[in-house]
């Protein structure tokens, strides 16, 4: 699932040319692609609004709209996004498009269908109310950051997971910042000193700055308007079971944490003493390190197919 690197790379490919342009109807292919309305109320609410900015709220667009409207857009597992003229390549995994007053229109594709938008008027409650903060806003220091950690009891890597702790990040730069800030993904936040938690604030933040100037990790389904990111190609550990650990030289490892596969380094990852007893259970399901290419490179090329079958069928 794109995470907050991938979608703020979509939103500022998106902002110079979707700024000021006029939506004047909405065609809905798959109804359940728009969340709480049914797509006539959608496309009557929709139509005559200029999009005045394009943003993001951690791992959703945000189009703002005129009149105080704005249309949120989460493209879970396979959502895209492309502006193309009105008419063009017909393609069977368009779900949503929106047209456009200057004969374009804005077309939602989502092979998987998990893909949601949604409409909200002024009056409407905040979608984001119990969205955490944006770890890449200067709101987010250090100090905001221990705060927040130290009223929380559960293992890091869960923690690093919620929405309502921390916006945007996902499995992969959950992973890579834990590996970057040496801390075992299963570790407990009340047994961090100070020094562990500044570790990780920074390495949040430095990471997710990367992946931006990169334009997101194109692993799966993710590519953006522009094309597709390149942070796959500098992740430490994320995928790369088997592989050297970038830093010590051994095995990168893998674990089931709450449904999410989570990749470290059991030799720089350390567990503490305390926090082992109640992890016993997920590490003996540890898998064996045996190298495998990063990632399998049959998914590699399937997942690199789909994208130029994507772009490919806008005309790009």
């Given at each position: 699932m794109p995470e907050l690197p991938e979608v703020e790379t979509v939103a500022r490919d998106l902002r110079p040319v979707i700024t000021g342009a006029t939506i004047v109807d909405a065609t809905t292919f798959w109804p359940r692609t728009i969340r709480e309305v049914d797509p006539e109320v959608f496309s009557n609410g929709v139509a005559g609004r200029t999009i005045e900015g394009v943003g993001r709220r951690g791992k959703q667009l945000v189009l703002d709209l005129s009149g105080g409207a704005f249309l949120t857009i989460h493209l879970k597992m396979t959502g895209q996004l492309f502006v193309?003229?009105?008419?063009?390549?017909?393609?069977?995994?368009?779900?949503?498009?929106?047209?456009?007053?200057?004969?374009?229109?804005?077309?939602?594709r989502d092979i998987r269908k998990f893909g949601r938008i949604g409409l909200y008027l002024p009056d409407d409650a905040d979608p984001f109310a119990a969205t955490g903060p944006e770890p890449l806003s200067d709101a987010f220091t250090?100090?905001?950051f221990r705060r927040r950690l130290r009223v929380r009891k559960g293992r890091l890597k869960p923690l690093l997971l919620d929405q309502t702790f921390v916006a945007g990040v996902g499995n992969i730069y959950a992973d890579e910042a834990l590996w970057a800030a040496r801390l075992h993904p299963l570790r407990t936040a009340p047994t961090l000193r100070p020094p562990d938690e500044r570790r990780l604030w920074v390495a949040i933040r430095r990471i997710l700055a990367e992946a931006v100037i990169r334009r997101g990790s194109s692993i799966d389904d993710y590519t953006a308007p522009d094309g597709d990111g390149e942070m796959q190609e500098h992740l430490a550990v994320y995928q790369r079971t088997g592989q050297p650990c970038p830093r010590c030289g051994r095995p990168i490892r893998?674990?089931?944490?709450?449904?999410?596969?989570?990749?470290?380094?059991?030799?720089?990852?350390?567990l503490p003493a305390i926090d082992r007893p109640g992890a016993r259970a997920i590490?003996?399901?540890?898998?064996?390190?045996?190298r495998q290419s990063p990632p399998a490179e049959r998914t590699r090329r399937a997942a690199a197919t789909r994208r130029a079958a994507a772009r490919a069928s806008v005309g790009g």
């Amino acid at each position: 699932m794109p995470e907050l690197p991938e979608v703020e790379t979509v939103a500022r490919d998106l902002r110079p040319v979707i700024t000021g342009a006029t939506i004047v109807d909405a065609t809905t292919f798959w109804p359940r692609t728009i969340r709480e309305v049914d797509p006539e109320v959608f496309s009557n609410g929709v139509a005559g609004r200029t999009i005045e900015g394009v943003g993001r709220r951690g791992k959703q667009l945000v189009l703002d709209l005129s009149g105080g409207a704005f249309l949120t857009i989460h493209l879970k597992m396979t959502g895209q996004l492309f502006v193309v003229r009105q008419g063009g390549h017909e393609d069977p995994y368009v779900r949503l498009a929106l047209a456009l007053a200057d004969g374009r229109e804005i077309r939602f594709r989502d092979i998987r269908k998990f893909g949601r938008i949604g409409l909200y008027l002024p009056d409407d409650a905040d979608p984001f109310a119990a969205t955490g903060p944006e770890p890449l806003s200067d709101a987010f220091t250090v100090a905001a950051f221990r705060r927040r950690l130290r009223v929380r009891k559960g293992r890091l890597k869960p923690l690093l997971l919620d929405q309502t702790f921390v916006a945007g990040v996902g499995n992969i730069y959950a992973d890579e910042a834990l590996w970057a800030a040496r801390l075992h993904p299963l570790r407990t936040a009340p047994t961090l000193r100070p020094p562990d938690e500044r570790r990780l604030w920074v390495a949040i933040r430095r990471i997710l700055a990367e992946a931006v100037i990169r334009r997101g990790s194109s692993i799966d389904d993710y590519t953006a308007p522009d094309g597709d990111g390149e942070m796959q190609e500098h992740l430490a550990v994320y995928q790369r079971t088997g592989q050297p650990c970038p830093r010590c030289g051994r095995p990168i490892r893998r674990i089931v944490v709450g449904g999410r596969a989570t990749h470290f380094c059991s030799w720089d990852q350390r567990l503490p003493a305390i926090d082992r007893p109640g992890a016993r259970a997920i590490l003996r399901g540890m898998s064996t390190p045996v190298r495998q290419s990063p990632p399998a490179e049959r998914t590699r090329r399937a997942a690199a197919t789909r994208r130029a079958a994507a772009r490919a069928s806008v005309g790009g």
